[in-house]
Every structure is written in structure tokens, then in C-alpha cells.
């Protein structure tokens, strides 16, 4: 019973690196997400896709592209990573439900050095 | 303008009493839900409850309950019977809309300590 599958869990990148972090749902979900978690900042939406094959910006998209590369997967990739990129990343996903609540993944924390 | 707003950052509850975390929306939609997550100290994200903003009654999971006062645009969250695994942070959010498609926002959380 996976849920919201995160990988990696935890990443160090120097200043300019790139990386993708992945994530996958075996719960059949049309929506994905993904948040980044900074301290007295709450959660904010990085990108989002609605379902397979559409994607759209949230509130803190500069620096990030994502793919949504089937129904089960949506990545997150950093191009040039920069320190301000420091965070816990968290992918979510949900459906159509009474609540259609947000399933989370258990978070990736990126240090950006 | 902030869609959610938690103007707790931190809270103390005793043992066994009841405690209450604000909320406020701004939404202009007619159908939108509120959420309230829990983030224990693990860092994992769960769901306790939700309130769709066509729902007459105030909605209530075990403990936790939500006191949905509508022409405020308030969500609160009553906590009954604090239990110290009750200590994490707390976080409200809305969805706009009906549609799989929509964006949920989050508040910026109340850290609720509870007290022996």
C-alpha cells in the first residue's frame, strides 16, 4: 500500500547543479502536485497537472520545470540549482472524491550549498 | 490578499483540555472545501478533516471537529481531549472549486504544544 512514493529522501547539490526528484501514485489520481516547505511559510504550489498530459505553474514556479510523464509519475526538475532552492519538497496527489483531499509522499529535503 | 490565514504560530493546550486553531479564507468561488492537515514532527502530511463549503453541519472526525462559521469565512479546528501526540504543527487549507484540476492553498501553521 505505497500511496505517494518520493525519491530521493534527502539531496545535497552545490550551486548550479541539476537534479530531478521523482515521484510516483498508485492510487489511479488524476491531479499531481508538487509544494515546497519552508519554515513560516506553510506550503506553496510549485506546479500542478490537472492530469496526464497537462500541467500549469502555481505560485512559485521560477527555477522548476516538472513533466508529467504518465498517469503514476510527476518529476520536479531543478535546471541550475540555487541556495534560495534549499527546502523539503512534498508531491501530493488526489481525485475526485467527496473531500478530494491531497494524498501526500513523506517529503524530500534538498540542500542547495 | 492571502487566501488562508493562521495567525497562531504557536499554541500550549494541557493534557486532556480542548484546544482551538483559527482559520480565515478568502475564496470569491461558492463551492470550495477547507482542510486541516497534521504535521507531526516526522514531517509526514495528514489529513484529518474536511468541510465543503455547501455542508450545513459542522464537520467532526473522532477529536477533532470544525466550527465552520461561513459569513466569517472561518474554519477552526477544535481539538477535544489534547493527548501529547497531539503536539505537531497544523496547517489549513482550502480548494477552490470542484474539479480535480484545482489549486489547494495552504496556511502558514500553528505549532501546538501540549503540555503534561
Known amino acids: 500500500n505505497a500511496g505517494v512514493t518520493q525519491t530521493p529522501k534527502f539531496q545535497v547539490l552545490k550551486t548550479g547543479q541539476s537534479m530531478t526528484l521523482q515521484c510516483a501514485q498508485d492510487?489511479?489520481?488524476?491531479?499531481m502536485y508538487w509544494y515546497r516547505q519552508d519554515p513560516g511559510m506553510g506550503l506553496r504550489l510549485i506546479y500542478y497537472?490537472?492530469?496526464?498530459?497537462?500541467?500549469d505553474k502555481g505560485e512559485v514556479p521560477n527555477g522548476y520545470n516538472v513533466s508529467r510523464l504518465n498517469k503514476r509519475e510527476f518529476s520536479l526538475r531543478l535546471e541550475s540549482a540555487a541556495p534560495s532552492q534549499t527546502s523539503v519538497y512534498f508531491c501530493?496527489?488526489?481525485?475526485?472524491?467527496?473531500?478530494?483531499?491531497?494524498?501526500f509522499g513523506e517529503g524530500s529535503r534538498l540542500t542547495v550549498l | 490578499a492571502q487566501k488562508i490565514t493562521q495567525t497562531q504560530p504557536g499554541m500550549f493546550v494541557q493534557e486532556k483540555e480542548a484546544v482551538t486553531l483559527d482559520c480565515t479564507y478568502d475564496t470569491s468561488d461558492q463551492s470550495y472545501g477547507l482542510f486541516w492537515y497534521k504535521q507531526p514532527s516526522s514531517g509526514e502530511m495528514i489529513f484529518l478533516i474536511y468541510?465543503?463549503?455547501?455542508?450545513?453541519q459542522n464537520a467532526t472526525e473522532g477529536r477533532y471537529s470544525l466550527n465552520f462559521q461561513k459569513a466569517r469565512k472561518s474554519a477552526n479546528l477544535v481539538i477535544s481531549a489534547s493527548q501529547l501526540g497531539d503536539s505537531a504543527m497544523y496547517f489549513c487549507?482550502?480548494?477552490?472549486?470542484?474539479?480535480?484540476?484545482?489549486?489547494?492553498?495552504f496556511g502558514t501553521g500553528t505549532s501546538l504544544t501540549v503540555i503534561p
Open positions: 487549507a482550502m480548494r477552490e472549486g470542484r474539479d480535480t484540476g484545482n489549486q489547494f492553498y
Open positions: 497537472s490537472a492530469s496526464e498530459g497537462t500541467t
Open positions: 468541510q465543503g463549503s455547501y455542508d450545513e
Open positions: 501530493a496527489s488526489r481525485d475526485r472524491g467527496r473531500a478530494g483531499e491531497l494524498f
Open positions: 492510487m489511479n489520481h488524476n491531479s
